[in-house]
């Protein structure tokens, strides 16, 4: 499809074990980005992306969150060392423009669990 | 970051009643975006505003992107019971850094 896919759909970690969430953006989009989902607390930027890998930009909430943009429509959002807060979905969404805001389409996202 | 504030965080209404929700933003914002997510699925983009003043509609949804830049509101009008999903407010205090509402819970009582 032309859409914004995640892999997996779900996902079970145990604490402490290192986890990689997939996102397959929509070919030419420029800005990728993910978010944490948590029920009752909206959605939290994590990372994102323009076109030049390098400069992925973290966000909050800390250094166990990274991603890697192997290629311009693929990216891998690794969590290291799971806590069981790290229990929410994860969505990524891809943007066409990198000269300014543009509507962001979204994957159907990743619910990580951390037993 | 900038945090949005969405309100009301949930509602219950009844089918045929019109429902409005809003966002407000301690900071300027550039672009105002209104999602909807249904259980399972990821946000999908209902309305884009661009413009201070700009009033969009799309079928029953009505989305207004405020004058003072801070916040925007969101009207659907005669509900029906597919109007349930929880619908976020979204913006872009500056460039390609969308920030997200924490969402406005809708149920719609046939």
């Known amino acids: 499809g032309a859409g914004v896919s995640q892999s997996p759909r779900y996902k079970v970690a145990k604490r402490g074990r290192d986890v990689a969430l997939r996102c397959d953006s929509i070919s030419g989009h420029v800005t990728l980005y993910w978010y944490r989902q948590t029920l009752g607390q909206g959605s939290e930027v994590l990372t994102y992306?323009?076109?030049?890998?390098?400069?992925?930009k973290s966000g909050r909430p800390s250094g166990r969150f990274s991603a890697e943009r192997p290629e311009r429509s693929v990216s891998t959002l690794k969590i290291q060392r799971t806590e069981q807060g790290d229990s929410a979905v994860y969505l990524c969404?891809?943007?066409?423009?990198?000269?300014?805001?543009?509507?962001?389409?979204f994957g159907q996202g990743t619910r990580l669990t951390v037993v | 970051g900038q945090q949005l504030n969405q309100s009301p965080q949930s509602m219950f209404i009844q089918e045929g009643e019109d429902v409005s929700m809003n966002c407000t933003s301690s900071s300027i914002f550039n672009t105002w975006l209104w999602y909807k997510q249904d259980p399972g699925e990821g946000p999908v983009l209902l309305i884009a505003l661009y413009k201070a003043g700009e009033l969009t509609s799309n079928g029953r949804l009505t989305a207004q992107f405020g004058i003072t830049r801070k916040d925007s509101f969101l009207n659907i009008s005669a509900s029906i019971p597919s109007d349930v999903g929880i619908y976020f407010c979204?913006?872009?205090?500056?460039?390609?850094?969308?920030?997200f509402g924490a969402g406005t819970r809708l149920t719609v009582k046939p």
């Open positions: 969404a891809s943007s066409l423009s990198p000269g300014g805001p543009t509507e962001a389409f």
């Open positions: 979204a913006g872009y205090p500056r460039e390609s850094d969308m920030r």
């Open positions: 992306s323009q076109s030049d890998a390098q400069r992925d």
